[in-house]
């Protein structure tokens, strides 16, 4: 019932858009049902699946990095004072501003792409990192001493649920960073596309681009969704019997 | 002592160093303890039981003093001893069920072997057929006897105690009692129990170690000699329990004056 009162809610948005595209006379306003006919005009192997490509990889090392990063810097804490301050700056510095620098400095390649998106995506995880290691229970960190075992082995499942939620930021940060990226000096992908409509008044094409870079990002979050539900089944459970 | 001790523990201190000032939580502690016995440690809340607790299992270096475990000084934490720790919420991983739990001290044992040692483990503290449940999914008392079984799994020879039941309730505190001296004294366990109920201690040890307010040592040795099976009631209500109870008090209240 609720799913069916959420579904009628966005059909009589799309109805709404549509009545107000076929009402407006300047052009720059088309009805929902022309973008959705552009679609066709969007080839999914030449214009979304590089972009989407790219953002996966971008995001997969910037996460893997920032749990590397995060865990480490976390763990030695002799280290924090050294690096904190250097890390406080970088994070705050806004991740589209550093694209001017990557392409001077590696080209407008898609490795440039990659290396933005992932620079970016890195910093929830690598904070989320730093402090879940931080305040990992002590007792925890007794039982494998006394237990003879790494102490990464219980830092590990103890932080998991903090890189988790900091790769659920990470991955919007990264599909962001994967349309500006291409709106910089390229000549491919979503981002590009939907630039390129804009500039040729294929106003239908841009609103087209638009609607598929929203599916990608629907689709990319169910699928984090269903990893996360999977990985953190313990920590799911426990949160609803402690709700509860 | 007839028996060769197999801890024995000599002017032992530990001090921490804070921001402002050192605080010296153990000043000189020594004893003995012989194969099998049980040892009951009480003393004033803050005066260092843990501490000594943890320079016993070597998670933490005196500063003064040694520690031996079986004729060898104890400089890393010893392959045959374990610890069951105060609070099972700190203690057991929330993310492995009860019965990973237990096997994870011996998770280098091979898959069957470990499942079969885990089982048997947790069917000595009452809990066959929770193997599957989550640390979330159990009560405290549950919780607490996964941690026993998780203590007793690796067939330490030392099992050490940091006030194992400060954390539930009365009830189950009495059952949790006298479960973990039967099965200590099954296992032939030699056991180090720390406690701030002074009742507790005389129920399940064979000694009772008295130690001062902080910085602390040893004020008294206390030997119980009351009869096994003990009864939560009946040894209670014993008059030579009372003179035990008393005694420990008197030297807590004036440790300077305790004759």
Redesign the interface.
């Known amino acids: 019932m609720k799913r069916l009162l959420g579904l009628l809610v966005a059909a009589l948005l799309l109805l709404v858009w549509e009545v107000a595209g076929r009402t407006g006379d300047t052009g720059l306003f088309p009805p929902v049902s022309d973008a959705i006919a552009e679609l066709a005009s969007i080839d999914p192997w030449t214009d979304v699946l590089p972009s989407a490509g790219r953002a996966l990889a971008g995001f997969a090392i910037g996460v893997t990095l920032g749990a590397l990063l995060g865990v480490t810097i976390g763990w030695l804490r002799g280290l924090e004072p050294w690096v904190r301050p250097a890390l406080e700056f970088l994070r705050a510095v806004p991740p589209p501003a550093v694209l001017p620098v990557a392409v001077l400095a590696l080209g407008a390649t898609s490795g440039m792409r990659i290396t933005v998106i992932a620079a970016a995506a890195m910093w929830p995880v690598l904070i989320a990192g730093v402090d879940a290691t931080r305040a990992v229970e002590p007792g925890y960190l007794d039982v494998a001493r006394i237990s003879h075992a790494r102490p990464v082995s219980v830092i590990l499942p103890a932080v998991l649920p903090a890189l988790i939620a900091g790769a659920r930021i990470a991955l919007g940060i990264a599909l962001i960073m994967m349309v500006i990226s291409e709106m910089t000096a390229a000549t491919s992908g979503l981002g590009y596309l939907i630039l390129q409509a804009q500039r040729t008044y294929a106003i239908a094409q841009m609103y087209a681009g638009i609607i598929v870079l929203g599916l990608l990002g629907w689709l990319v979050t169910a699928v984090f969704s269903l990893v996360e539900r999977h990985v953190l089944s313990w920590y799911e459970d426990q949160k609803g019997i402690a709700g509860g | 002592m007839a028996e060769t001790p197999l801890v024995r523990a000599a002017g032992l201190g530990k001090s921490f160093r804070g921001r402002r000032s050192t605080t010296q939580a153990i000043a000189d502690i020594g004893f003995e303890q012989a194969p099998g016995e049980f040892l009951g440690v009480v003393g004033p809340s803050g005066c260092g039981k843990t501490t000594l607790l943890r320079c016993l ?1 070597g ?1 933490e270096r005196p500063d003064t003093g040694t520690v031996e475990f079986d004729g060898r000084p104890v400089t890393g ?1 010893p ?1 045959a ?3 069951v ?1 105060q ?1 099972y919420h ?2 057991l ?4 069920t009860a019965g990973e739990n237990v096997r ?2 011996i ?1 280098d044992r091979g898959r069957a072997a470990g499942r079969e040692q885990a089982r048997e483990a947790l069917d000595r503290v009452g809990l066959a057929g929770f193997a599957d449940h ?1 640390p ?2 159990l009560s405290g008392g549950m919780q607490q006897r996964v941690a026993i079984a998780r203590a007793i799994v ?1 067939r330490p020879r030392f099992l050490l105690m940091d006030e194992p039941f400060a954390s539930v309730d009365a009830q189950t505190r009495a059952v949790l009692e006298q479960l973990t001296v039967t099965i200590t004294a099954e296992l032939g366990l030699t056991v180090l129990l720390i406690t701030h109920d002074i009742d507790e201690a005389i129920l399940m040890a064979d000694r009772v170690l008295v130690l001062s307010a902080r910085p602390s040592r040893v004020l008294r040795e206390v030997p119980i000699d009351l009869d096994r099976p003990r009864d939560e009631v009946e040894t209670r209500a014993l008059p030579l329990f009372q003179d035990y109870r008393r005694e420990i008090h008197r030297v807590i209240a004036n440790p300077g004056t305790a004759d």
Do not use: E, G
């Open positions: 299992a998670l934490i392959d001893v374990s610890v720790f609070d700190r203690s991983f929330p993310w492995l994870f001290p998770r989550h979330f999914q690796s």
